[in-house]
């Protein structure tokens, strides 16, 4: 009997994380726009036009280049795949994440790789130039976040003797305050640095240009219109949806549920929910604050998040708590 | 010659039978021409013999029990003794499967040749059975009979029939520097071999335990100077990128896939068994010779446009993966730590089986795209699916697989390798020197991981989407069926054994342990849900990845009826010039990384007479490749120098070189008096 429970409500934990997570993601889009354009002085579009991009431009047709293969067609298929099951290795609501024991963080961190390739080279397939600089341009940022990245994470791994997520998380809950080490707060602080370049907000890239000279992830996608348009711009919002709950699951755990009471439950949906608008406004005031770095310059931004997280884990190491 | 088993059900008749089929094979080769095609059968021959290795390399790791056999005796004396384990079995299904495919791509590709006229053809027998023989020598003298066979056989395939300048020199390079490498073996075996008062592998083993550590330590960096140099490990790397592109294709794709890991396997055999385990600081440097490499390979990779070029700097950068895991391997068993020694040893073990996968297929498809367009070089390639899918397709799985992408092989190898150093950052029973190393490590795991994706997005996209960017790449064709079956074949290999990770990883992590040891059934830093998979849910999540793709590409591509129109590029007609080139492709990295790179550009611009416009515009760059700068070139200044300086003393005249001998003479006398 216990064991039907059991998977009864991991079940349960994990259909609303997939609910949370893939339902929410436009909203925080409309929530970063909004805060955006409130600071500056202006009215913003409505938190729920995301949403209604989304709809327009499934109805559209899509003009596809007569240069370009059947790549073009299943890459926003394969990005959005990929970006999708990442989240659902990943605890937001549950110490459980639906997928529970499927993968690590390094699973996690392939998946996003792999999301990477596929847009990147799909970037390439209508020989225009915008692509080519939109994905160059986004392999080579990726060189400098995915060491800090994956260097942020392995503190945490060390501090849980795993790269378990779901153990990451719930040995972050039940040790309470004491999670929050310097090695980790340097971890988070690489972590956060890199997270804003992964996502593509200032001052990294700006996601509202329409300069096609200046455009990151936004050129990798301007040939795509209609439903692939869409499910591009899906996939980018999920993304930030499973950025911000890797941040939150290992560097803010507080919050997610470790039983499976209607008590926890609620209190966990409540809490990713603050955790992840609170990421959206952040990254609303970051894009309304922030002037775009040279990308020349990114270097020397990114770089200092290795290093911040090196020296977490140096601590970690040499100096005993 | 006569057999002699010792051990073993049909290893010794399939030993027989592999050598006859590769002596029939080049044999066939030298053969005049005749009705009988005598190319094909020398082909076909080989084809066979690879089969059979497969069958006893993996025959030899189910059964777990050695094959011994002494070969080439006379009177009394065996010449050559073998000695096949799991751990040769293993490199033995590498070399089957890459030989295999290697020789039915070679059908088609050297069906330009004619029939029968290159006698250099057999070498490549040759270098097949002198590459089954490293991995099985069991004394000194067989192995390095082997060794340098498999260098003499690869150099001659390499050089070719009629080399052009460029080509003799790279041979030459190759040459010399597997000579240096082989010189240092021979020292260290003859050390070896004087303490043990035998040259076989057995009684190395029992003498190495009464060496002195500085005897040890001295035997071990030789053997490692030997046996990276092979591997194209840096800083012995500087061959490598010179000999394997201009190789006939099916070659370089064994070189690359399967004879750098003749480096791999002999440090593995030396370092962790017969000299094994040593102190720390070998695993250390092992570990730093392997992240170097795997940064520093990849990071020139991504400067290359020539295609081959670009494969075998990736070599470079893979077989540093590779190192990294023996690396860990070595320091956890020198503190006795035989879980993650076994960890990391099946991680290093998988990513060498998988490299011998995806980067034959990778330099098959190179051949394949060689002999449609004429070119290997990437800013006159472009828009080749169209014309060639199953080169593309082949190449597509191949670039993602070597980019560590899952659901395919070089993802699950890589994880494994990550897990290995994080659970050696972990381990308290490692040094705080060593742990730290292992992170500092994973950084550079993850920078390698991100540059090859950069580079395969930058290869696959400037040969194969876009637009053509030469008048060949647009009038290219697809290649011969047997090229297309020898590169499908490989590349669904990547995506069963990426699907299949965790049963593939668990036979190898039996072979790991039974060379360092390790009782748990894989200690790693995750542990997956049971019944799973032995790793992480590999191919669950594959199925998972492309059920959801395969539902959104059905509702929101496929159902979709699709205007197409020209690329918009600002009201021009579109044209190939407007596209990015490889070399603008990788410029934000070659910036990004400048300080290691040292980019240099010279753009001169020719204006029409009288106007501000411009007529031509000539730009030229290239960056620096740092050892070959800081350590190459001075070493062969002073080398230069120190030869002018002999010269001195050289007059010509017949009486100086008496008088020299005599003086040599008299002072040897006086000194050894």
């Excluded at chain 1, 259909?15 to 409130?38: D, E, H, N, S, Y």
């Amino acid at each position: 009997m216990m064991p039907s429970t059991a998977v009864f409500g991991a079940l349960v934990v994990g259909l609303v994380q997939v609910v949370l997570t893939l339902g929410v993601a436009p909203l925080l889009l409309g929530i970063t726009k909004r805060v955006k354009a409130r600071l500056q002085y202006r009215q913003g579009p409505p938190l729920l036009q995301p949403y209604r991009d989304l709809v327009k431009w499934w109805a559209k047709q899509p003009v596809e280049s007569d240069a370009a293969g059947p790549l073009t067609g299943a890459a926003p298929a394969i990005v959005l795949a990929a970006v999708v099951v990442a989240t659902l290795l990943v605890p937001i609501v549950g110490a459980r994440p639906p997928l529970a024991g499927w993968g690590d963080l390094l699973v996690v961190v392939g998946l996003m790789a792999l999301g990477r390739f596929v847009l990147a080279l799909s970037a390439l397939d209508a020989g225009s130039a915008f692509g080519g600089m939109g994905s160059s341009r986004e392999v080579a940022i990726a060189t400098l976040v995915e060491p800090a990245l994956v260097l942020a994470l392995t503190g945490a791994a060390v501090a849980a003797g795993s790269t378990d997520l779901g153990r990451i998380a719930a040995l972050g809950v039940a040790s309470g305050g004491a999670w929050y080490t310097p090695p980790l707060l340097l971890a988070a602080a690489a972590f956060a640095i890199v997270a804003v370049a992964e996502t593509g907000h200032e001052p990294v890239d700006n996601p509202d240009t329409h300069l096609e000279l200046t455009m990151i992830h936004e050129g990798m996608m301007l040939e795509a219109s209609g439903p692939r348009l869409a499910i591009l711009m899906y996939a980018a919002e999920v993304k930030l949806v499973l950025v911000a709950g890797l941040f939150a699951a290992v560097f803010l755990p507080v919050g997610i549920a470790l039983d499976l009471t209607p008590i926890s439950l609620l209190v966990a949906v409540a809490a990713a929910l603050a955790k992840l608008i609170g990421v959206a406004v952040i990254l609303g005031v970051l894009d309304a604050s922030l002037a775009k770095l040279r990308i020349l310059a990114l270097p020397g931004l990114l770089a200092t998040a290795s290093i911040v997280a090196a020296v977490g884990l140096a601590t970690r190491l040499w100096l005993p708590a | 010659m006569s057999f002699a088993a010792v051990m073993g059900g049909a290893g010794v008749p399939l030993l027989a039978t592999i050598g006859a089929l590769l002596a029939g094979s080049a044999l066939a080769a030298l053969a005049p021409r005749s009705r009988l095609n005598p190319r094909a059968l020398s082909i076909s021959l080989a084809g066979m013999a690879c089969v059979a290795l497969v069958v006893l390399g993996a025959s030899l790791i189910a059964s777990g029990s050695p094959v011994v056999a002494s070969l080439g005796g006379v009177l009394g004396f065996a010449l050559i003794h073998v000695r096949y384990d799991p751990l040769g079995g293993l490199f033995l299904v590498a070399l089957g499967v890459a030989g295999l495919a290697s020789s039915v791509f070679a059908v088609g590709y050297t069906s330009h040749d004619g029939a029968g006229v290159d006698r250099t053809a057999a070498a490549y027998p040759v270098f097949l059975a002198s590459l089954a023989l490293v991995f099985g020598a069991d004394d000194a003298f067989a192995f390095l009979l082997a060794w340098e066979l498999m260098a003499l056989s690869s150099a001659l395939l390499v050089i070719g029939r009629r080399p052009s300048a460029e080509v003799a020199r790279a041979g030459y390079l190759y040459l010399v520097l597997t000579h240096l490498a082989t010189a240092a073996l021979i020292v260290a075996f003859a050390i070896l071999a004087s303490a043990a008062g035998s040259t076989s592998f057995g009684a190395f083993g029992r003498a190495a335990a009464s060496l002195s550590p500085a005897g040890r330590d001295s035997v071990f960096v030789l053997l490692l100077v030997g046996f990276a140099t092979k591997a194209g490990a840096i800083p012995l790397h500087v061959w490598l990128p010179r000999a394997h592109p201009v190789a006939p294709s099916h070659v370089s794709a064994l070189m690359s896939g399967v004879m750098i890991k003749a480096g791999i396997y002999g440090i593995v055999r030396f370092g962790l068994e017969i000299l094994g385990p040593g102190p720390e600081w070998w695993g250390l440097l092992v570990l730093g010779i392997g992240a170097a490499s795997a940064v520093l390979g990849v990071l020139y990779a991504l400067m290359e446009h020539d295609l081959k070029r670009l494969l075998a700097f990736h070599s470079i950068e893979n077989i540093g993966i590779i190192l990294i895991g023996v690396g860990i391997a070595l320091l956890a068993s020198a503190d006795g730590v035989t879980a993650l020694a076994a960890l990391a040893l099946t991680a290093a073990l998988f990513h060498t089986l998988n490299h011998a996968l995806f980067k034959s297929v990778l330099f098959l498809a190179a051949g394949s795209i060689q002999s449609a367009v004429g070119s290997r070089d990437l800013n006159a390639l472009g828009g080749l699916a169209r014309a060639m899918p199953v080169t593309a397709l082949a190449f597509g799985i191949g670039a993602a697989a070597i980019s560590g992408l899952p659901p395919l092989n070089g993802f699950a190898s890589e994880w494994l390798t990550f897990q290995g150093l994080i659970g050696a950052g972990g381990e308290a029973g490692l040094s705080l020197v060593a742990r730290s190393a292992a992170l500092l490590a994973v950084a550079g795991l993850g920078l390698t991981a991100a540059l090859a994706v950069a580079c395969f997005v930058k290869a696959t996209g400037m040969v194969f989407l876009g637009l053509p960017r030469s008048l060949r790449a647009a009038e290219a064709r697809e290649t011969a069926t047997s090229m297309g079956v020898a590169m499908v074949g490989l590349a669904a290999a990547c995506i069963g054994v990426g699907v299949a990770a965790g049963p593939v990883s668990g036979v190898i992590g039996g072979i790991s342990r039974g060379m360092v040891g390790g009782t748990s059934p894989r200690a790693a830093v995750f542990e997956p849900v049971a019944g799973l998979d032995a790793l992480y849910a590999a191919g669950p999540l594959a199925v998972v990845v492309l059920a959801v793709a395969g539902v959104v590409w059905i509702v929101g591509v496929r159902r979709r009826t699709v205007r197409r129109a020209p690329t918009w590029t600002c009201g021009n007609v579109p044209e190939a010039a407007f596209e990015y080139t490889a070399t603008s492709y990788a410029k934000l990295i070659r910036l990004y990384y400048g300080p290691v790179l040292r980019p240099e550009r010279e753009v001169s611009v020719e204006l029409h007479p009288g106007t501000p416009f411009p007529r031509t515009v000539h730009y030229r760059g290239e960056v620096s490749h740092v050892i070959d700068e800081r350590l190459y070139r001075p070493l062969h200044r002073s080398s230069v120098a120190a030869a002018q300086l002999v010269r001195r003393i050289q007059s010509g005249s017949l009486q100086a070189y008496l008088a020299y001998t005599v003086v040599a003479l008299v002072v040897l006398l006086l000194v050894a008096r």
